[in-house]
């Protein structure tokens, strides 16, 4: 165990609201959301964190997804490798700088030698992917989750939601997305209006985290978990809203938006309920629901593996 995230809390306490209500001080709600609630000890400072054991027990540090990701979020951004995009299998590691500079011509010849050398199809697509260890550097954001986690649950929202939010975009400070979404939960202006937010040319609330984790929380509660139950239901798919691949399914909402999933989920034929769902819209591209919206839920698994790595929790919970 590493001393700088010493765990205080017990199996049984993991899996047992009053743990997390009693011993972490956190408001007892109407509901089980305090469960997997676990306390860490960070910095020397007492913190909540959310154990999702069922990552662990589904073994998704095994997935090739997760694992190049893993690299990935390992690498400098000087550094990048060449891929598969249909199994994330990693042809060459190399400079960003040399990739960069090579002609159209180059790549093009490049990319139809790996397929030929794989014997792959013309449309099997080669990416090349920039390492990512800059950004995500997510001790930063453990006293971010602490307090999130007690907004979620004070508006009756899971907070696992919550931290997945944290984990992926806000590692590396409140920067702007591309879309223009801003700060800590990477909220729209017009979705942090709809909550009361004020955002304007001389404040922007998005950057106060109590009132963006509230809008967060509010955005779950009333637009993302019912349409995420609302396209499964029209597609005659049963879930059960605490099932892993449920929460990952309502998280490619969070960041795609229910019309671009759905079109995805029917383009996708699939009708499983199980952690295949995922799988498939991993397979799957359609209008809006491109790379950045595939690999959305390949990034929250590969967020919760390392952060387990570091607390030394996957030994633990790891299936005999």
């Known amino acids: 165990m590493r001393e700088k995230y010493l765990i205080f809390v017990t199996i049984w306490g993991i ?6 209500s009693d011993s972490l001080s956190i408001k007892k709600p109407k509901n089980n959301f305090c469960k997997n609630v676990i306390g860490i000890n960070y910095n020397n400072k007492s913190l909540n964190f959310i154990l999702d054991s069922s990552i662990i027990q589904l073994c998704c540090d095994t997935l090739p997804q997760v694992q190049f990701w893993e690299k990935i979020l390992e690498l400098s951004p000087d550094s990048g490798v060449l891929n598969f995009a249909h199994n994330r299998q990693i042809i060459q590691t190399v400079h960003t700088k040399w990739w960069n500079n090579q002609s159209d011509d180059f790549k093009t010849c490049y990319r139809d030698s790996v397929r030929n050398c794989y014997q792959l199809p013309d449309t099997a697509r080669v990416l090349f992917t920039t390492g990512k260890g800059h950004y995500y550097v997510w001790d930063s954001v453990f006293h971010l989750i602490d307090k999130a986690i007690q907004i979620f649950i004070e508006n009756e929202v899971d907070p696992w939601y919550a931290q997945s939010v944290l984990l992926i975009e806000s590692p590396k400070g409140n920067l702007r997305s591309p879309a223009g979404a801003r700060g800590y939960f990477q909220l729209m202006k017009k979705v942090a209006r709809k909550f009361g937010l004020k955002v304007n040319r001389h404040i922007d609330e998005r950057l106060n985290f109590e009132r963006s984790a509230y809008a967060s929380a509010m955005l779950f509660k009333t637009i993302c978990i019912p349409e995420t139950k ?33 079109n995805a989920l029917m383009k996708s034929n699939c009708t499983y309920n199980d952690m295949r769902l995922i799988y498939c819209l991993w397979q799957t591209r359609t209008g809006a629901f491109q790379s950045a919206s595939q690999n959305y839920s390949q990034l929250i698994l590969t967020a919760y593996i390392k952060v387990y790595k570091k607390l030394d929790l996957l030994r633990c919970f790891r299936p005999q």
Request: glycine share 2%; aromatic share 20%; charged share 20%.
């Open 15 to 20: 899996f047992f609201s009053t743990f997390a």
């Open 230 to 262: 609302k396209m499964l239901d029209s597609l005659k798919i049963s879930y059960n809203e605490n099932d892993l691949w449920f929460k990952l399914l309502t998280m490619h909402v969070y960041h795609a938006g229910a019309y671009n999933v759905r």
